[in-house]
Structure formats: C-alpha cells, structure tokens
C-alpha cells in the first residue's frame, strides 16, 4: 500500500503543472493565449522570487533621466503603480516569425517622484523642482518580442529575448502635476500648472517617452527572467 501511495504521489507531481498560472496553448489560439496572459499578468505584477522575477507593482527607479535636446527632467524616487490592473486586449504567437505580442489596457496607473525641470514643454518654458505626480487612464500599450530559442543550464530549451519594441497611446484624459513651478513665482508658476494642468496627454507624449521606455525595458527584462527560470515547453504546447 505504501508503495502503491508513492507511486501515484510520483505520478501526480509529475502530471502538475510545473508553473500552475500559465495555461499552455498552441500559437495559432489567440483566445487562448488572451486567457492565459490574463491569468498570468497579476502573478507576474506581484513578483516571483523563485523564478527570479522582481515586483512589477510598483516598479521603483532610484533615478530616470528624461532629458531632451530643448529639456533638462530629472525624477528621483520614482514609484510607478497599477500595472496589476492591465487587461490583454490581444496576445498573439507567430511561429515562423517567432514572434509574441501582448496588447494591454491599464486604467489607474500611478506615478510619484521628485523631479528637477529646466527647458522647454510644448514649447512654452518651464522649471522648477519638488514632488511630482501623474494619473494615467487608459493607456494602450503593445510590447512586442522577437524571440529565438536558446539552450538552459537545465538542457532545456528557452525562449530568448532577442530585441523588442513598444508602442503606447493615452485613451483617456492623463493627469500630471508639477509642485513648485518656477519656485512658486505666483504669475509664472500660475500659468505654468495651468498649461500641465490643461495638457496632461499631450504632455506625456512630449516628454514622457523616456519614462515609459524605462517601465516597458523594466516589464521585458522580468520576462526574460522568467524565460531563463522556465523552459519553453512549460509555456506552450508547440
């Protein structure tokens, strides 16, 4: 009887899923796929020690520089939320161009830091330096990733990340704040917050590449963390 116990014990942890919140598919099955990075995102937001991937809410930056050839904008301590709240609009496989594509809505994203600005924003002068903050609603993002299959320490294949690009589109009206614009000069620092306060997307379409580029290499390093800590054959079914 023990043995027998043992046996299907054996049987059963072999059976398991070895990374229970991924549902396998084949590359053709979008809704698969869609379903599957449903599951997965939340997971992988909250951080995965064991597979070697950081949290991703927040994502924390001791410093990003995002500097322009007519803008100085530094930000210290920045704390970036909501990327639990993502939801897949697409997630798509293409074999032969070994190819993934994610498309995600996130609604509720956060931002704080402390910035440091000197220069021009929508060609209007700007400076001043304090704590900043943005609310981004409904930001579209589309992450798409070239992989090729690389051999682990396990014998196993992994999908490797060879190159990736991103676009990102604000569906929503975004929220940016600026504390102590022009060192509180009243008339200037006025009608400083009253044009970031009037153009909170085009704002961020001005100047917010930089940062957005830094969450995005942030989200796509802790995937390719987990492609190192998982073979490919634990993700898909082909």
Request: one cysteine or more; charged letters at 25%.
């Amino acid at each position: 009887m023990c043995r027998l116990l043992a046996v299907v014990t054996v049987l059963a942890l072999i059976k398991a899923d070895k990374v229970p919140f991924i549902t396998r598919c084949k590359s053709d099955d979008d809704n698969c796929l869609k379903k599957s990075t449903s599951e997965a995102l939340p997971v992988l937001a909250s951080g995965l020690p064991d597979y070697g991937v950081n949290s991703l809410d927040p994502v924390i930056f001791t410093r990003i520089d995002a500097s322009t050839p007519v803008l100085s904008f530094l930000i210290d301590d920045v704390i970036v939320k909501g990327f639990k709240k993502c939801i897949p609009l697409t997630t798509h496989r293409d074999s032969k161009k070994s190819k993934i594509s994610i498309k995600v809505l996130c609604d509720g994203g956060k931002m704080d830091g402390r910035y440091m600005i000197t220069g021009q924003v929508l060609f209007v002068p700007i400076e001043g330096n304090g704590k900043m903050h943005v609310d981004l609603n409904n930001g579209e993002l589309e992450v798409n990733m070239f992989v090729s299959n690389v051999q682990g320490e396990d014998g196993k294949n992994h999908w490797n990340i060879k190159n990736w690009t991103y676009t990102y589109d604000l569906k929503g009206k975004s929220n940016v704040y600026f504390e102590n614009l022009f060192n509180k000069e009243s008339f200037l620092g006025q009608t400083a917050q009253e044009m970031v306060a009037s153009n909170g997307n085009a704002i961020i379409h001005d100047i917010g590449k930089p940062i957005i580029t830094a969450i995005v290499t942030e989200i796509v390093q802790n995937v390719q963390r987990f492609f190192n800590a998982v073979p490919s054959e634990d993700l898909s079914l082909d």
